[in-house]
């Protein structure tokens, strides 16, 4: 192996340990990183680097082979040299599928988890080899510590003990597809509700789910004890919701988030559907007068149609309170998708200086992002949460 190649090896390996690391879903990390979304983004360009890094090391070592067909096919019988094989295959279909985006969440995370595998390849790789200097007893704290990290990231939040067991106090239909559900805490704990528009993942414990855990926004009030959520039916566990039982257990992990740290003097709010949920958590607090004191707030609420609307008597009441709240609703059935003229109107309303939250499905942040560069707006002034493979 040329100095080369072994740097390659070193530096990719080095850096796939980094990526397992965050992939650690936590209240800290979030808390580090300002959002899982940036450790996820951390997490996808290490992985990607440390992969083009072992490509490159398994691309000098082929090559130094002379890609003479009786040395190649002598390889087959070198088992050091068939996991490497093992783990670039791997490494290839996980780079293809991570980059198919319309691709349902649960196959596209069953992909991803072939990514493991590649890892566990990569340590095989690296034992067959190994040698009694340095750079394998560095090779071993590496193996480890990605390990440690893929059980706490792939299997203790599998555990029946992971989260805090919350219990169901009620579930109430909003309209023909989103639930309210108010969750009851342990009588040991202590409020998780920490800040406005944060989320929580939920693991729906009941019979029939399936003990995937979800995020959602919460709507509770800040150090309130209860946590408040209005979930769309959409797939497999969110369309069970009515079949859910009061005490039924629901655990909880959180919260996490960042969209909404503090209020800003001029808000631009551009939501779809349950995506005004981050809005309603801060508009819903107790004392939302003293928060939006002196505060300009303005909101586009787009929905499919007027069936479609959540909250409205509590909207209504909260316009009473404030009335610098400027609440447009936009009807896509009637409308079609917002355009840029819409929001180039919406745009001379506000402040150049205002701060533009977007909420709602994956399609709709990104075509409200795309509309927003070519308004040419500051993409620091945007903030989402996007979905979280
Ligand atoms: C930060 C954040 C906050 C959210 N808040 C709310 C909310 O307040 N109310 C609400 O109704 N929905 C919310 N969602 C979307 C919600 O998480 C999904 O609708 C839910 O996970 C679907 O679960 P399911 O078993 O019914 O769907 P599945 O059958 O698992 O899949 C249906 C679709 O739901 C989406 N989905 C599934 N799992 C996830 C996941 N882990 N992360 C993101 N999307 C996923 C995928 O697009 C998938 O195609 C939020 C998503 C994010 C990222």
Known sequence: ????????????????????????????????????????????????????????????????????????????QEPGLLWAWMAVLLFIVVVYFARINSLKHKTWLRIHRLGILAWFSCLMHIYAFRSNDWLFTYYVSLGLLGTMAIVRSQILPQLACWGVPFKVKSVNSLNSNVFELILSPPASENSLVTSTAQYYYLRFCSKNFSRQWHPFTCLSNINEGELKFAIKTLGNDTQQLENLKI???????????????????????????????????????????????????????????????????????????????????????????????????????????????????????????????????????????????
């Open 247 to 389: 005490n039924d257990r629901v655990d909880v992990e959180g919260p996490f988030g960042h969209l909404h740290e503090r209020v800003a003097d001029h808000e631009l709010w551009i939501v779809g559907g349950v995506g005004i949920n981050p809005l309603l958590s801060c508009l819903m607090q107790g004392n939302v007068e003293k928060m939006y004191e002196k505060k300009n707030i303005h909101v586009i609420h787009a929905v499919e149609d007027e069936k479609s609307l959540i909250y409205q008597n509590e909207i209504e009441e909260i316009k009473k309170k404030l009335p610098q709240l400027d609440y447009q609703l936009w009807i896509t059935s009637q409308k079609g998708f917002l355009n840029s003229f819409e929001l180039k109107k919406s745009l001379t309303k506000v402040s150049k200086n205002s701060e533009i939250y977007v909420a709602g499905p994956p399609l709709f942040i990104n075509h409200v992002k795309k509309l927003l560069k070519s308004e040419k707006v500051n993409y620091k002034k945007i903030h989402t949460e996007e979905k979280i493979k």
């Open 1 to 76: 192996m040329t100095d080369l190649s072994s740097a390659f090896a070193l530096m990719g390996l080095t850096s796939l340990a980094l990526s397992l690391i965050l992939s650690i879903r936590s209240a800290c990390s979030d808390k580090v990183f300002k959002g899982l979304r940036n450790l996820f983004i951390l997490h996808h360009y290490t992985a990607t680097t440390g992969i083009a890094l072992i490509f490159f090391h398994g691309a000098i070592e082929v090559a130094s082979l002379g890609f003479e067909l009786e040395s190649l096919t002598a390889q087959w």
